[in-house]
């Protein structure tokens, strides 16, 4: 972000969209996931997506209603908090036994 902005520090406001669009399409190394797939049940088209067809899309895709893609957006979030809470609870025990190892016990008599 420093290096997008100009000297007078004026076009921050104007780069921070894409900052947090680009923060939160990152995949967290705890969860194995992005935030925005979280939050959405899937990452957000890009450029790429837009211009090169994906051959596992349905053409039936199109067609779907809206009561559908809700039921099929909130059960690919619920497939999803599964593996990202043992995948965080596995980050936190690894993240735990590196601050252990340099903890002495104290015992206060």
């Given at each position: 972000?420093?290096?997008?902005?100009?000297?007078?520090?004026?076009?921050?406001?104007?780069?921070?969209?894409?900052?947090?669009?680009?923060?939160?399409?990152?995949?967290?190394?705890?969860?194995?996931?992005?935030?925005?797939?979280?939050?959405?049940g899937k990452n957000p088209l890009s450029p790429t997506d837009v211009l090169?067809?994906?051959?596992?899309?349905d053409d039936n895709q199109a067609t779907i209603t809206?009561?559908?893609?809700?039921?099929?957006?909130?059960?690919?979030?619920?497939?999803?908090?599964?593996?990202?809470?043992?995948?965080?609870?596995?980050?936190?025990?690894?993240?735990?036994?590196?601050?252990?190892?340099?903890?002495?016990?104290?015992?206060?008599?």
């Amino acid at each position: 972000m420093k290096l997008r902005c100009d000297s007078t520090a004026t076009s921050w406001a104007t780069d921070l969209p894409m900052a947090e669009l680009t923060y939160n399409c990152q995949i967290s190394e705890s969860t194995q996931f992005s935030p925005f797939e979280l939050l959405y049940g899937k990452n957000p088209l890009s450029p790429t997506d837009v211009l090169v067809p994906d051959d596992n899309q349905d053409d039936n895709q199109a067609t779907i209603t809206l009561p559908e893609a809700a039921a099929v957006l909130l059960q690919r979030q619920l497939d999803q908090q599964l593996p990202a809470k043992a995948n965080l609870r596995y980050a936190q025990g690894r993240q735990r036994h590196y601050y252990d190892r340099g903890k002495k016990e104290v015992n206060y008599e």
